[in-house]
């Protein structure tokens, strides 16, 4: 099946460590996001590639960096994780930008927690 | 660690009972409103959408009703079973944008 994975589920990082969450997707879809989910509250955005371009959110931090390879992978790199930044990392998919296009096929999330 | 988040409403249910939840928004310019589905521990699951041109939509036990006079969305979901319970988001973007703006969520508890 066409779907969005993430890897790992779980991320347990040190503060200040540098990490890097993973999201690959089947679906060929041109465009990829990242989204900061904290607990019981809604998504927020962080960046999206359309294609090859890469978009920053103007609130996300200088620490969030992407990467995208290919089509088909995406990373999100945080540079020095503060307690700040534990959260639901989202990554997800949609086949064009704008409008009945933007039907977003999200991944199950990596969980990141920093000690 | 973690901060703490906001406390969601919460809309308990019985068990073969209808839901409606119900979202309000701000944007004049919103072109395209989705509600999905949130699991604990999963990703946002996609269960209906609607265009401005439209004031319902109807899928399998699901409804979606828009309201552009008042700017209000709502999810109807028919039947309730126990495996509807989770976080419901409505999101909303206008034509000529991509990022999607999520309300805050709304939690479905379904009692037997």
Redesign the interface.
Known sequence: DAM?I?NPRYQVTQFGKPVTLSCSQTLNHN?MYWYQQ????????LF?Y?DKDF?N?ADTPDNFQSRRPNTSFCFLDIRSPG??D??MY?C?TSRE????Y????????T?L??L | GESVGLHLPTLSVQEGDNSIINCAYSNSASDYFIWYKQESGKGPQFIIDIRSNMDKRQGQRVTVLLNKTVKHLSLQIAATQPGDSAVYFCAETPFSGYALNFGKGTSLLVTP
């Open positions: 969005v993430q465009v904290k607990s019981s509250q809604a998504p927020k955005l999206h359309y978009n959110e307690l700040g534990a959260a989202l997800a930008l704008a409008g009945g933007n039907e977003q096929f999200f991944g199950p999330g969980r927690t920093v």
